[in-house]
């Protein structure tokens, strides 16, 4: 769901999918395209990797991660350029001011995922950890207008000056998994308390999407790789509340790698070796 900065208070594949082919209608199989590897990787915390409990020493409090999508991504890749740019935190103003300098006309691929700092979903799930029913709601229906009326052009600026930067560029926008499950949940949030913070991810995710189409951008799904595997899952993929806290209600490795990463494999396709 939507990105924690790295200032989140009191709270919060390894490459899996196959190389995906294209059926002719001979039904022969044509081999996998060969994708173009310089890349960057913009955003906020869900695209550098924050939740992976490993960041690269280098990469301060933007704690960037060689296990998040983009790093695993390259890794499948070499042989090109990687700017590994996404910050934990990172707004859609700051994608701006500050990770586009690593675009120039040669870059082929972008990916970004950016918009829920912005909706500001850290005091909204403080808010939903900390106070009532009610509260919480309340708390996420001011994130969903602000997702709805604001958000769209700030979306829409960041990605116009991706293009001016990038104009050769492919950009995929990756969206935000629905942070829990709906069944019983030991010392977790109450069921309306989830059920309202996943239907803030539904709208963040319909706004992003509808953007990213006006931008001729592809948009990469996540909710359904996630789905089974959100918060009180036995298999989770999504931490809960966790020390270091700003981890809390970001992807775990497996999140990154079985979640995200085939998401993206799915929209541009894996390169032949």
Request: contains cysteine.
């Amino acid at each position: 769901m939507l990105p924690m900065p790295r200032t989140i208070a009191a709270v919060a594949a390894a490459v899996a999918a196959a190389a995906i082919g294209i059926v002719a209608p001979s039904a022969q199989a044509a081999p996998a395209t060969t994708y173009a590897t310089n890349y960057a990787a913009l955003g906020d915390s869900y695209s550098s990797g924050v939740g992976t409990g490993s960041y690269l020493p280098d990469s301060g409090s933007c704690k960037r991660s060689a296990k998040s999508y983009p790093a695993l991504w390259n890794q499948a890749h070499p042989g090109g350029t990687f700017a590994f740019a996404a910050c934990s935190g990172a707004k859609t103003a700051d994608v701006r001011s500050s990770q586009l300098s690593v675009l120039n006309s040669a870059t082929q691929l972008v990916t970004i995922s950016v918009g829920g700092n912005d909706a500001g979903f850290v005091s909204t799930i403080t808010t939903c950890v900390l106070s009532s029913d009610s509260e919480c709601a309340a708390a996420v229906n001011k994130a969903k207008t602000y997702a709805t009326t604001t958000l769209p052009g700030d979306l829409d600026a960041t990605y116009a000056q991706i293009r001016a930067k990038a104009p050769n560029a492919r950009l995929v926008v990756l969206g935000y998994p629905r942070l829990f499950e709906l069944g019983s949940c030991f010392l977790g949030l109450s069921q309306a308390k989830r059920t309202v913070i996943n239907q803030a991810a539904d709208t963040l995710d319909e706004v992003t999407h509808q953007r990213a189409s006006a931008a001729n951008a592809d948009f990469a799904d996540v909710r359904s790789r996630f789905a089974g595997h959100g918060v009180c899952a036995s298999n989770a993929w999504v931490n809960g509340v966790t020390l270091p806290i700003d981890e809390s209600y970001h992807p775990t490795t497996s999140g990154q790698s079985q979640g995200y990463l085939p998401a993206l494999q799915a929209v541009v396709g894996v390169r032949a070796h």
